[in-house]
């Protein structure tokens, strides 16, 4: 399908509405606050740095308020990089600023991953309570040179930005919005990252607390950022910017989606119109409710029928990060299945158990989703082992608790080990691991018989991230549709064909999936295909073309959200990257999805 994108035609008013903003933001005479800031010693700073209060303007150009900032230089470099970084730090009573001014005789945005461009990243703990595991606190930002964003974990609306390239490398200023008021003591975990590029290859990193290249994965390697220097009469500058991404959200809606796109339009000019943003007298409370009355607007447009067919990305709620009161279970089970010398391997798997779970209620069953890691992985990643409480199973908890969906079974396994190839996993899988999970608890299959396995094929889904969605491609292509009817490809396309051929040959990768359909009998109300990746993920360039060569295949494929109306949904997630951060997010958005009405 193909619309003709309309964009809102006020670009140019936006540009000067922005810079209108930016003008006024700074209050105060920093020269004398500069003057007045506290003393800091520098004993016990070891692993930490300072930030004093200020509010700069995040424009790309280094305001007299940095002056006050200390500089700190990266304390640990790996690769082959020649770049030198140095940077500063700010805050105020809303936002974290960082400035990082970077040395680097070759910038390049080249590289289809963003963690192998030009770019500074931000990891933040806001609580510093410095758990292994991202938790609902923690964020982790990138922004390359072109001040193009990037967000692994965390609300990208916290987050504005400004790059400027110099004659020497770059300049790079930052906003982070803070969950929490700060004050003068407060204590933030915080690592702050270089990454340099050369062509399409990252030749390097400057960190300034990680030695290891591991904060992305480890809070506890972070350092720490002291906020300190606000006396009592200063007062925090305005903060125009929450309203600023707000309004280039609503520049970038695709008009074609709603009947009523006039609402967001008429409320973007009349922020223009009532010249607030370029006064001088401005106030907080009049961009306070410019940002109420444009996120009203855009609240209140209505999607046009064929628009509502689109799955459209929900950002997962802070709070279902949170310990449930109602926790499941982890439980391993291990079993021997076939390597390709002639011998067993001996392997094994988590399953996750609902809150509640009996064991001896046998007249309770449970739908069953099989979930596969990604390319280095292993059965532990997503849900640890027994004991563990790790982001997924936060998640599946909380969405149960709250009644999102049904009470189910998750189960982990792996690729390697056995015959140690994706495209043969689907062998494991029926032949060894559903019989062993589903015979052992409470589901839908009255035996682990291949007979009775596809009998209950309604309760049964597979899914899989990166290598994990490779996987779930084979089963679906090699006899899978006998005994799963979900499918939930993230951030992967079908190597049916060779490898990536999804990307590479997408419409005869469609073909063969859809004639792998016809031949098998089964009818589009017969199986579902839930598919997801966000736009700044490696795989987007690969399973994007494919699953636009699957929506035309539509007597086998049909493209809708409506479940009474199709078999066949993509989300994309602006800024979504091919991180575990992301697909937990999608694994959110699809699992109410599953198993409808096959109870």
């Not at 930030?51 to 308020?65: H, K, L, N, T, W």
């Not at 707000?246 to 796109?261: Q, R, W």
């Not at 390597?339 to 739908?367: C, F, I, M």
């Not at 295909?529 to 699953?547: E, H, M, R, V, W």
Request: proline fraction near 4%.
């Amino acid at each position: 399908m193909r619309r003709k994108i309309k964009r809102f035609g006020a670009a140019l008013a936006a540009a000067s509405l922005f810079s209108a903003l930016l003008i006024n933001i700074q209050t105060g005479d920093y020269a004398r606050a500069a003057a007045a800031q506290v003393e800091i010693k520098e004993a016990s700073m070891n692993g930490r740095i300072i930030a004093q209060f200020g509010s700069p303007v995040i424009d790309g150009r280094i305001d007299e308020v940095w002056e006050k900032a200390r500089p700190y230089q990266p304390r640990h470099s790996s690769g082959n990089t020649n770049a030198s970084a140095t940077f500063r730090a700010l805050w105020d009573d809303r936002a974290l600023y960082i400035l990082a001014e970077v040395k680097d005789g070759q910038l390049s945005t080249r590289s289809g991953t963003p963690y192998m461009q030009d770019s500074l990243e931000i990891f933040l703990d806001e609580n510093n309570d410095k758990t292994r595991e991202f938790g609902a606190d923690d964020l982790h930002f990138r922004v390359n040179i072109d001040n193009v964003q990037s967000v692994d974990k965390g609300d990208a609306s916290r987050f504005y930005t400004a790059a400027t390239k110099t004659d020497d490398g770059y300049v790079i200023e930052a906003r982070v919005a803070l969950k929490k008021k700060p004050a003068n003591g407060t204590v933030l975990g915080i690592e702050l990252q270089i990454n340099d590029a050369v062509g399409e290859e990252r030749v390097g990193t400057l960190n300034l607390f990680d030695s290891t290249g591991m904060a992305w994965d480890d809070t506890s390697l972070f350092g720490e950022i002291v906020l300190v220097g606000k006396n009592a009469r200063e007062t925090s500058g305005l903060n125009p910017y929450d309203l600023l991404n707000l309004i280039k959200k609503a520049l970038s809606i695709d008009c074609s989606l709603y009947k009523n796109p006039e609402v967001v339009r008429d409320a973007v000019l009349q922020i223009a119109a009532d010249s607030l943003l370029g006064s001088t007298e401005v106030t907080q409370q009049q961009i306070d409710e410019q940002y109420a009355a444009l996120a009203e607007a855009i609240g209140a447009l209505e999607m046009t029928e064929e628009a509502a067919n689109e799955k459209y990305f929900t950002p997962l709620p802070v709070e279902y990060l949170a310990e449930s009161d109602q926790p499941g279970t982890i439980e391993t089970l291990s079993y021997e299945t076939a390597n390709l010398d002639g011998g067993k391997d001996k392997k094994r798997l988590h399953v996750y158990l609902p809150h509640g779970y009996n064991a001896s209620d046998k007249g309770t069953k449970y739908n069953v989703l099989y979930l596969m890691h990604g390319g280095g992985e292993n059965e532990d990643l997503l849900f640890g082992g027994p004991g563990e409480n790790r982001a997924l199973k936060k998640i599946i908890d909380n969405m149960i608790a709250r009644g999102d969906i049904e009470p189910l079974i998750v189960v982990t396994p792996t690729f390697y080990g056995g015959k140690n190839d994706v495209a043969l996993f689907h062998e494991e899988l029926i032949h060894d691991i559903v019989p062993l999970v589903e015979s052992k608890y409470n589901t839908y299959a009255n035996s682990a018989s291949l007979k009775d396995l596809k009998a209950s094929r309604a309760h049964r889904a597979f899914g899989g991230f990166s290598m994990g969605s490779v996987t779930t491609w084979h089963l679906f292509a090699k006899g899978g549709l006998d005994y799963f009817k979900y499918y939930i490809p993230l951030s992967g396309d079908s190597w049916a064909l060779g490898e990536r051929s999804g990307g590479t040959r997408p419409e005869e990768t469609a073909k063969f999936l859809a004639q792998v359909v016809r031949k098998s009998g089964y009818k589009p109300h017969d199986f579902y295909i839930f598919s997801a990746t966000g736009t700044q993920d490696i795989a987007y360039p690969n399973l994007k073309p494919q699953i636009e060569a699957m929506k035309q295949l539509d007597d086998v494929f049909r493209y809708s959200s409506n479940l009474d109306k199709g078999n066949f949904y993509f989300i994309e997630a602006e800024g979504g990257s091919h991180t575990w951060y992301w697909q937990n997010q999608y694994i959110y958005n699809i699992l109410p999805d599953l198993f409808q009405g096959e109870a």
